[in-house]
């Protein structure tokens, strides 16, 4: 089982949609959670971190934690062609404290269409 | 500008060359990283140094070295590079301890390694 799981898509939207994306995690002690978005031939951006169940909302972005569950996911809102990129799930499983191993699933494709 | 730089951009070398690809934070960060991203772009830790020392080491060949001279810079010397080693290497960095922003990774823009 891998150890942070995402669909590779590709995932695609029309533009102004909401787009969805998902990650599951399997180690139950992990305590920090990002999403980067990476652009083709760039390097990863981080755009969302979250530590708490519930929801996180940034700008067009909202991140949602549910630890019981195993499960993150990053809503973007009003998707724009510029969204058009891989997201990356990460998760520390370590937690705090415990040094800052992060591990990436293996992205979602995101594609917004005009 | 804050942030984290790497050099070379493109290295392109033959089997059995020794390269090394360098790194600068001038975040404050006391933690940085290496990551390589495959072919298939999945993107996986190597090392990790905090105030020079290694804390992470996920079983990298011997032939991969990090050298942490102070906090604001990590190198990545490979030996006897081989097929294998064509990626895209990544530094990072982050600050360790509880407060805003706290774990949080940021990534220098890649090294592009061919080895032919």
């Known amino acids: 089982q891998k150890e942070v799981e995402q669909n590779s898509g590709p995932l695609s939207v029309p533009e102004g949609a909401i787009a969805s994306l998902n990650c599951t995690y399997s180690?139950?002690?992990?305590?920090?959670f990002f999403w980067y978005r990476q652009y083709s031939g760039k390097s990863p951006e981080l755009i969302m971190s979250i530590y708490s169940n519930g929801d996180k909302e940034d700008g067009r972005f909202t991140a949602q934690l549910n630890k019981a569950s195993q499960y993150v996911s990053l809503l973007i809102r009003d998707s724009q062609p510029s969204d058009s990129a891989t997201y990356l799930c990460?998760?520390?499983?370590?937690?705090?404290?415990?040094?800052?191993?992060?591990?990436f699933g293996t992205g979602t494709q995101l594609k917004v269409e005009l | 500008d804050t942030a984290v730089s790497q050099t070379p951009k493109y290295l392109v070398t033959q089997m059995g060359n020794d390269k090394s690809i360098k790194c600068e934070q001038n975040l404050g960060h006391d933690t940085m990283y290496w990551y390589k991203q495959d072919s298939k772009k999945f993107l996986k830790i190597m090392f990790s140094y905090n105030n020079k020392e290694l804390i992470i080491n996920e079983t990298v060949p011997n032939r991969f070295s990090p050298k942490s001279p102070d906090k604001a810079h990590l190198n990545l010397h490979i030996n006897s590079l081989e097929l294998g080693d064509s990626a895209v290497y990544f530094c990072?960095?982050?600050?360790?301890?509880?407060?805003?922003?706290?774990?949080?990774?940021?990534f220098g823009p890649g090294t592009r390694l061919t080895v032919t």
């Open positions: 990460a998760v520390n499983p370590l937690g705090p404290g415990g040094g800052n191993k992060l591990t």
């Open positions: 990072a960095s982050s600050q360790e301890g509880p407060g805003t922003g706290a774990y949080e990774q940021y």
């Open positions: 180690d139950r002690v992990s305590q920090s």
